[in-house]
């Protein structure tokens, strides 16, 4: 039987204080009841071995050669009421248009630096501003972001934060799916009789999203040819990449199946040069084009950016997009969001310090024991230190770091981010988790209900990256007529 625990001072997504289900809850906890130690144990295995052998893995760097591990899984999900929902979900819209407002904007006229809203050297210093590649390109629809991954957290309070916002090449949704599909083998007594968003047009939202990008040059009454570009079965994210492009129907290249020819790209078949029209590129912004960043790239196809400079072929998410997820830009989306919007933000930041501020810098160097610091352009968990968890051997290499190099790091407050049960190694405990939500933007916006909720398995740990020792969640949003049943 399922054991309650202390809450403590955390923020519990099943659990009331007094140890009972929240409401949105009560139908999978007495479900959840009724299973016998040995019926727990078998669905977790289920869980583990259909991961297994779908061959849904994830490769860890920095390891010997890389290692190819199978994505941890809980089957205990987060369950999201409806009327929740609807505020992540305007949440979520509004912040994606401002920060694709953003995107324009510093490309073409610069109308938020000259208005003196965000410091002109936080843009121009970040190491993932390519005006000089891209400045004044028009980009489809005006769209630089045709899929966002946008990680939200809760606080001890239950109120929703943006942790961080991921518009380059958000990886994880195959995962929800495959969460998804996992979870209907564990319990298909619950999928039979729940009333639950599901996820079987999704992906028809994403394709017509990618496809509604023609090319400028394009007459917009030509069927496009779009293809999804990968580094190749060694990147960390190839299962997504392959999941992905089989689901929408679209070819999966590498860059040596792509050619451009007098400013034009295409892609090699054996029945001859196939014109491709969109590319859904899954490489950084540095291997795209030989020619126009890393002279070394072998990962790309020489000519591309000049091709897409002519409006000859789209390349989503769009060059350049680093400069918005850039986490010393990310502290001022809320002004982003007035600016551009004439609104309030919906849902809040995470107080952030910016350490090239002086003031900041040395308030936050008296402090690093209370304190989270991460590196602006880093990801995966990597290149941060959790003040309260670290040693002083290690608070002090980051004090350096900082004091060295002020302006590639920023410091927030070490949240108390909520926690959910998981059932791990024969028994159940919480576990810290957030969620990244998947937004998708084309003609227009939308959002896929749920998302993949990531949970720091390692218990105490705050750090939900899979790389990190973290796994993944189902998440469930309840339709309205379920939550008033």
Known sequence: MFKTYETGSFFDEMLQENGEPKDHYRYFHSILQQFSEEEYREKHETAQFSFLRQGITFTVYGEESGTERTMPFDFIPIIIPAEEWGVIEKGMIQRVEALNHFLDDIYHDQRILKDNIIPKHLVENSPYYYYKQVGGVDSPLQNHIFLAGIDLIKDEHGEYRVLEDNLRNPSGLSYVYQNRYVMRQVYPEFFSEHSLNTLENQIAHLQHSLLSHVPNNISKNTEPRAVLLTAGMYNSAYYDHVFLAQQMNIQLVEGRDLIVIDNMV?????????????????????????EAFREDSLLGVPGLIAAYKEGNVSILNAIGNGVADDKAIYSYVPDMIRYYLKEEPIIKNVDTYLLSDPIQKEWVLERLDELVVKNVGASGG?????????????????????????????????????????????????CHVDLRVFVMKGEQVHVLPGGLSRVALKEGSLVVNSSQGGGGKDTWVLKEEMQHA
């Open 382 to 430: 990597y290149d941060m230190l959790i003040g309260p968890h670290a040693t002083e051997e290690e608070r002090e290499v980051f004090r350096q770091k900082i004091i060295e190099n002020p302006y590639q790091y920023i410091a927030q407050p070490t949240i108390k981010l909520s926690r959910a049960p998981a059932y791990q190694k024969g028994r159940f405990y919480p």
């Open 266 to 290: 295409y892609m090699k078949t054996i029945r001859g040069l196939k014109r491709v029209d969109i590319i859904y590129r899954r490489i950084d912004d540095d291997f795209l084009d030989p």
